[in-house]
């Protein structure tokens, strides 16, 4: 999991075996913050922009997604992960980060 920090948000890129081992991807329980771009799958889970479009468009039914998180990204402590950053924002996230 490598998380990419900017001023206006977090970007979460995933490896394929994370996708497989938190996702959900191809199943009914998919994460609605699961998204595929130029730069591979990706949770946008702390990217608040786009949280917020996905948050409304699922609250709206539009998406077959039902999962909102994972208990990995849903517990990742924010604040550390802020401190690990470096100076182009980038995190590799490891355990540390993760709240118990």
Known sequence: MKLII???????QLDPNEVTLHCGLGTNNCCIFFTIGANGPSCERW????AS????????????ATRKGCAT??????QEAFKSADENGVVFAFPDLFKE
Do not use: A, K, P
């Open 73 to 78: 990204v849903n517990n990742l402590d924010i």
């Open 53 to 64: 479009f996905i948050l409304d468009r699922y609250e709206r039914g539009e998406m077959d």
């Open 47 to 50: 990217n608040s922009g786009m």
């Open 6 to 12: 900017g001023d206006f948000s977090t970007q979460i």
